[in-house]
């Protein structure tokens, strides 16, 4: 695992957005696996920009998202369907038929979720997954005691989830309390993950992740089973890391640091 600590949200954003664009670069028609949450509004920011400014081109690229809320509709401002829509697809060049979002109001979600799979695996697998993490250490909505072999399917959100989640609805019983998500299983599959985390309020969820067991209890600890893995932090969220000496050591000697 690698950790980059930044000084702020700002050029956590930028440095993921570095990444992003280095992957394109290298390989113009990636299959990106994206995340939604307040994290990565500042990397998708970032990317628009580098889209506008920098001629950045989307036209060959593939998404995937990680996860929707059962029974919200694409055009409700809460589902992940219209975030990605407003905070990012509306501004690049990805084209519609490329764009892959779990459905929340499919009526079959069995099917539907084994479709979701063989569909990452026909457009050959991610190249380059996105996560943010939740205050418990959930990735995706892979909550804890999520299988860590789990595949696509339906979670039941946990208590913290909805409530840390309710910010975005106007009462805590708007929140739905099941989602379609990927599997931690799913995640794992791809070549490379980038987990962005900021603030204080990830700082325990980060550290467990990254030093604390591997756990279904917490969801992210099952990238350390991954071989390319890169966590991007803010300083707030590294704050409760025991070997960020050494992180930051190994930092200040990479050479092509984003
Ligand atoms: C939700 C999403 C996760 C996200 C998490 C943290 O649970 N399903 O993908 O990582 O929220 O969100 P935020 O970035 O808003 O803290």
Known sequence: MEILVKDNYEQMSVAAAKLVARTLNAKPNAVLGL???ATPLGLYRELVRMHKDEGLDFSQVTTFNLDEYVGL???HPQSYHYFMHENFFKHVNIPKQNIYIPS???????AFCQWYEQRIHEC?????QLLGIGSDGHIAFNEPASSLGSRTRIKTL???TIQDNARFFDTLDQVPIYAITMGVGTILEARKILLLANGRPKAA?????????VTCMVTASALQL???????VDREAAGQLKMLDYY???QEKMVDAP
Do not use: C, K, S
């Open 226 to 232: 991954h071989r390319d893995v890169l966590f991007v």
């Open 248 to 250: 930051q050591w190994i």
């Open 124 to 128: 050959g697998g991610i190249d380059l």
């Open 35 to 37: 995340a939604t949450g």
């Open 104 to 110: 929340g109001t499919t009526d079959n979600y069995a």
């Open 158 to 160: 946990a208590r913290t």
């Open 73 to 75: 509709t694409r055009n």
């Open 205 to 213: 969820a980060v550290a467990a992740a990254v030093e604390g067991p």
